[in-house]
């Protein structure tokens, strides 16, 4: 048994896919596959049940996994200790962001972190799913932490720091007859047609929730995946929008009101997979973060 081989089990039994964890770890199926037969050999035990159509862990591998996932991680620490005593921090860290998050200006954060850890090698990933994608990135390990705007029951099985909070806004074209009023009240949106993100986006469920649980129908008629592009959709009178605050709405031709009578808020924090003890690397870019979103930080 060898490092390499548990880290081509752990990755088959995280995507369930040999096919998915050579891409993960950057090889060609043939080697995630040898690798696994030789630590099934080693072990004298079969540690996936296959099929031409799905791949399970058997009772062996559900008991291997947390011990593998332990193994390698004090590897990896062991390593850390070495390096860092002789060249400085080191490591690798996958992070996973919103697209055109603006509450923190992720680039000046990441270039600080450069200048001041050069041997850690970052990189910044996105998904198409939004925050609910990037959540179960992280708990898949397939991302060491991510910045996202869920409802803490979504955010199960992570560790939560919370970064900022800003509350919801009604966006209209600044034509419609509700934009000369002071705020609206979200029974005054039922019938309208709205522009908004697609599932799985963070802001997009706690508004579906916010208004199933009030009992308004309501329709969605533009999906985009950038919320700053949304104000754009509304000024041409394609739909209103109930966003997060946050500057980009504040567009020319679209009138921003706050919304009376809930105090529905959006929260971005910062997660890593609980009961996994985060790399010095991670920990280190944990802290900077957290710093930065103080009063007076650099990069709110």
């Given at each position: 048994?060898?490092?390499?081989q548990?880290?081509?089990?752990v990755?088959?039994?995280?995507e369930?896919?040999?096919t998915?964890?050579?891409h993960?770890?950057?090889?060609?199926?043939?080697?995630?596959?040898?690798?696994?037969?030789?630590?099934?050999?080693?072990?004298?035990?079969?540690?996936?049940?296959?099929?031409?159509?799905?791949?399970?862990l058997s009772a062996?591998?559900q008991?291997?996994?947390p011990?593998?996932?332990a193994?390698?991680?004090?590897l990896?620490?062991?390593?850390?200790?070495v390096?860092?005593?002789?060249?400085g921090?080191?490591?690798?860290?996958?992070?996973?962001?919103?697209?055109?998050?603006?509450?923190?200006?992720l680039a000046?954060?990441?270039?600080a972190?450069?200048?001041?850890?050069?041997?850690v090698?970052?990189?910044?990933?996105?998904?198409?799913?939004?925050?609910?994608?990037?959540?179960?990135?992280?708990?898949?390990?397939?991302?060491?932490?991510?910045?996202?705007?869920?409802?803490k029951?979504?955010?199960y099985?992570?560790?939560?720091?919370?970064?900022?909070?800003?509350?919801?806004?009604v966006?209209?074209?600044?034509?419609?007859?509700?934009?000369?009023e002071?705020?609206?009240?979200?029974?005054?949106?039922a019938?309208?047609?709205?522009?908004?993100m697609?599932?799985?986006?963070?802001?997009?469920?706690?508004?579906?929730?916010?208004?199933?649980?009030?009992?308004i129908?309501?329709?969605?008629?533009?999906?985009?995946p950038?919320?700053?592009?949304i104000?754009?959709?509304v000024?041409?009178?394609?739909?209103?929008?109930?966003v997060?605050?946050?500057?980009?709405?504040?567009?020319?031709?679209?009138t921003?009101?706050?919304?009376?009578?809930?105090?529905?808020?959006?929260?971005?924090?910062?997660?890593?997979?609980?009961?996994r003890?985060?790399?010095?690397?991670?920990?280190?870019?944990?802290?900077?973060?957290?710093?930065?979103?103080?009063?007076?930080?650099?990069?709110?």
């Amino acid at each position: 048994m060898d490092s390499r081989q548990l880290e081509y089990f752990v990755a088959v039994a995280e995507e369930l896919s040999f096919t998915r964890a050579a891409h993960r770890m950057f090889t060609v199926q043939s080697t995630v596959s040898a690798a696994v037969r030789a630590l099934e050999t080693d072990l004298k035990t079969t540690l996936f049940d296959r099929s031409t159509r799905r791949v399970t862990l058997s009772a062996a591998g559900q008991a291997l996994l947390p011990e593998a996932k332990a193994a390698l991680e004090a590897l990896d620490r062991a390593r850390a200790v070495v390096e860092e005593a002789s060249t400085g921090l080191r490591g690798n860290i996958r992070i996973g962001t919103l697209a055109r998050l603006n509450l923190v200006n992720l680039a000046e954060l990441l270039g600080a972190f450069h200048q001041k850890y050069p041997l850690v090698n970052v990189q910044v990933a996105t998904s198409p799913t939004g925050s609910s994608g990037l959540a179960d990135d992280v708990r898949h390990g397939r991302l060491d932490v991510a910045l996202v705007g869920l409802a803490k029951p979504e955010l199960y099985g992570l560790e939560i720091r919370d970064l900022a909070t800003v509350p919801f806004v009604v966006l209209l074209p600044s034509s419609h007859p509700l934009a000369k009023e002071p705020d609206v009240r979200l029974e005054e949106l039922a019938g309208e047609r709205f522009v908004d993100m697609p599932l799985g986006f963070g802001n997009r469920s706690m508004v579906d929730r916010t208004f199933e649980n009030a009992g308004i129908p309501r329709r969605v008629q533009v999906e985009v995946p950038e919320l700053t592009t949304i104000p754009d959709y509304v000024r041409v009178g394609l739909g209103v929008a109930v966003v997060p605050e946050l500057e980009p709405a504040r567009a020319p031709g679209v009138t921003q009101l706050p919304i009376a009578g809930t105090d529905l808020t959006w929260t971005l924090s910062v997660v890593t997979a609980s009961g996994r003890r985060s790399s010095r690397a991670v920990t280190a870019l944990l802290d900077l973060l957290t710093d930065s979103i103080r009063p007076g930080g650099a990069y709110f």
